[in-house]
């Protein structure tokens, strides 16, 4: 007991023994001892009850806390956590609601965190403080993927593994995480193919001008066209490209792949092989799309706003000149990536050898050049020149 304490206790037993003898009022008692009248009739009713005992300090811990998180509940929020070392109060809080059903008492996600706190379960989530930025999404499923590849990294055999991903930007579901060789067309198209066929077409496909589909000289300011790009294009599906050194135009990637960092990436200290790595994706994005609450869709998961494209993948590729008016005058594209009209050589583009491309009347001579829907530029004869072996460019838009 401290000195503090004894010297209360003290004082308290002198203040009865003085009533006890009666020589003073109440009131007078009360002003010489320093307390309220109120205070001196509650020491005097705990001795008369309780004895010298009564005059001790009491907890004012109430007996009962109807706020207090039921162990059971907080037991509940702390599996979750270690479960899904990244989620915090509302994450947690959503899943606990979906588990107790409708009109159950759940705590507020500032309750639960609260119980991560204290067991010291706060911190490692994704990472925070990127710059405010102005949010859009497409209106339908399917009217838009994002695809990109995360930033590769090493196995323990030696060899590296690229993650390929792409989400749907209305839902934001995972179409496709896969643990990949490599950056290349060979590795990328039989997994859109497989993609095709399970979830259908996608109007557009946007990603940024890296390999498979953007590389070429001057890339960044006119995204080349590769054999992948005309693929999709022969599928009806338009490719397009996020703004040169703005990752931001492809923010829910951007997003996506912080968030397969803090739960995947950083939760495995070693990657044995692409199998192990695949084993981990697959897990992963069954929780991703079905189980994880996102806060940008209300809490609820990108499964339940992802629904599949009207648009089946064609097992037989279409026919290019299927796309052509009955008007065009169509060229074969040369080894070059060349073609000709008017005695003078234009360039379309290396991936387009062996390609045939239309010819359409514009305006003032002109013509604009297509690949099936695709119009790739627009020939100006009064801008060419006849200069041998020069290529002149398609004027772009």
């Not at 479960?83 to 899943?95: F, M």
């Not at 066209?225 to 005309?230: A, E, F, H, K, V």
């Not at 290019?320 to 990536?337: A, I, M, N, Q």
């Not at 009209?341 to 045939?356: M, S």
Request: hydrophobic share 35%; aromatic share 8%.
């Amino acid at each position: 007991m401290s000195w503090r304490i004894r010297d209360l206790m003290k004082a308290r037993e002198e203040f009865v023994e003085d009533m006890k003898r009666g020589s003073l009022s109440h009131a007078e008692t009360c002003r010489r001892h320093g307390i309220s009248r109120r205070t001196g009739y509650k020491w005097l009713a705990r001795d008369g009850s309780e004895g010298g005992a009564g005059l001790a300090d009491r907890s004012r811990r109430p007996h009962l806390s109807p706020r207090r998180t039921a162990a059971e509940l907080e037991r509940r929020v702390v599996e979750i956590r270690l479960e899904h070392p990244c989620w915090g109060g509302r994450k947690i809080r959503e899943i606990l609601l979906r588990a107790a059903g409708p009109g159950s008492a759940v705590p507020a996600a500032s309750t639960v965190t609260g119980i991560l706190r204290r067991h010291g379960l706060l911190g490692g989530g994704t990472r925070a403080g990127a710059g405010a930025f102005v949010r859009f999404e497409r209106g339908e499923p399917n009217d838009l993927w994002q695809m990109d590849f995360k930033g590769h990294f090493a196995l323990a055999g030696g060899a590296r593994c690229h993650p390929l991903t792409m989400l749907d930007d209305h839902s934001r579901y995972d179409l496709v995480l896969a643990a990949c060789t490599g950056e290349t067309r060979t590795i990328v198209q039989p997994l859109l193919e497989a993609a095709f066929r399970r979830y259908g077409l996608p109007r557009q496909i946007l990603c940024d001008h890296g390999s498979p589909w953007g590389v070429g000289p001057g890339a960044e300011e006119r995204p080349a066209r590769t054999g992948l790009s005309l693929w999709l294009m022969r599928l009806g599906i338009d490719l397009i490209h996020g703004r040169p050194r703005h990752p931001q135009t492809q923010g829910k990637e951007e997003r996506f792949h912080r968030t397969l960092a803090a739960e995947v990436l950083a939760r495995e200290p070693v990657w044995k092989d692409l199998p192990h790595c695949q084993r981990e994706f697959d897990r992963w994005a069954r929780i991703y799309n079905e189980v994880r609450p996102h806060e940008s869709l209300g809490m609820k998961t990108p499964g339940e706003h992802y629904r599949l494209s009207p648009r089946s993948y064609p097992e037989r590729l279409p026919e290019v000149e299927g796309y052509y008016l009955d008007d065009d005058e169509l060229r074969k594209v040369r080894s070059k990536g060349e073609i000709t009209f008017g005695n003078r050589t234009y360039a379309v583009g290396q991936a387009l050898a062996g390609e045939v491309v239309a010819l359409r009347p514009g305006a003032a001579g002109c013509r604009d050049v297509y690949y099936c829907w695709r119009k790739l530029g627009t020939i100006d004869p009064a801008r060419a020149t006849k200069d041998k072996g020069y290529q002149n460019r398609l004027i772009e838009g």
